[in-house]
């Protein structure tokens, strides 16, 4: 299978590198990255440049106009030549078998959505490159001594259940997409016409599962065996009027039953003169 792992970023060098490098010990075999930049700056296009010298990279970037992360991964969907694509945020740690659950589980009429286990801002500050590099983070011994000096904040249970178990048993736990641990054959993507650019931050995700659902392509749960780890930062564009227009938004289609939305991969008016793809 041709695979493609789309990872998004904003302005988080430090966490991307950690994420790109948790990417370079997946025990899934061969596979693509695109990172999908909503216009950071300098330092992460050194992130990707150095990185570069292990795999190569695509990256697709965008000038940021605030919280425009629907948009850049069409924009990285569009790029992608893969038959089947991984979805990552940059602020997210795989686990080694991240990727290799994904494609264990990959049939086609379906899609993945998992969880996160999310770390304190105390540990995600000190998590650096020998904990990830050398895989001391996902170990049981470091998770449980984290967990009980109350560093795994929230959903700490999916880093402890067996992988086999959790593949075994929670095939249906609730929940729609989830952009920061999903993946979905590129061709139901491009069915629905990617994510819904009205969409700013919140409802993003439930929209995108809603209308994959409306096109007949339906759900499997990774939660409790392809983890991964979210380094706590601050959300300074989170918008709570904003989020209630876009749940509207996302309901509307929804009780419409409109899988493909208009303002996706192939909305009117193309691109923009910075749009960078290298």
Request: glycine fraction near 10%.
């Amino acid at each position: 299978m041709d695979v493609q792992v789309i990872v998004t970023t904003y302005d988080q060098p430090r966490y991307l590198a950690l994420v790109l490098l948790a990417l370079e010990r997946q025990t899934g075999g061969d596979f693509g990255v695109l990172v999908a930049d909503d216009g950071s700056g300098a330092e992460t296009r050194a992130v990707v440049e150095a990185a570069r010298a292990r795999r190569e990279i695509v990256h697709v970037w965008q000038r940021h106009q605030g919280f425009r992360k629907c948009r850049i991964l069409n924009r990285a969907v569009a790029a992608a030549r893969a038959e089947y694509l991984v979805f990552l945020d940059g602020d997210c740690v795989p686990r080694k078998d991240f990727l290799a659950r994904h494609l264990a589980l990959a049939r086609p009429g379906r899609y993945l959505a998992g969880r996160l286990v999310r770390l304190s801002g105390e540990l995600s500050a000190r998590l650096g490159e020998p904990e990830v590099g050398g895989g001391s983070f996902e170990r049981r011994a470091f998770l449980w001594r984290e967990w009980r000096a109350g560093n795994l904040v929230q959903k700490p249970q999916y880093a402890f259940v067996p992988a086999p178990l959790g593949q075994a048993l929670f095939r249906r736990d609730g929940g729609s997409w989830t952009g920061a641990n999903g993946s979905a054959w590129r061709r139901d993507v491009l069915a629905v016409n990617g994510f819904d650019e009205r969409l700013g931050y919140g409802y993003e995700d439930s929209d995108f599962g809603w209308r994959l659902a409306l096109a007949g392509v339906r759900r499997r749960s990774v939660r409790y065996c392809a983890v991964a780890f979210h380094l706590d930062h601050a959300r300074p564009w989170r918008d709570e009027a904003a989020m209630v227009r876009h749940r509207e938004l996302a309901e509307e289609s929804l009780r419409r039953g409109v899988a493909r939305c208009y303002q996706g991969i192939d909305r009117p008016g193309g691109g923009e003169p910075e749009d960078r793809i290298d």
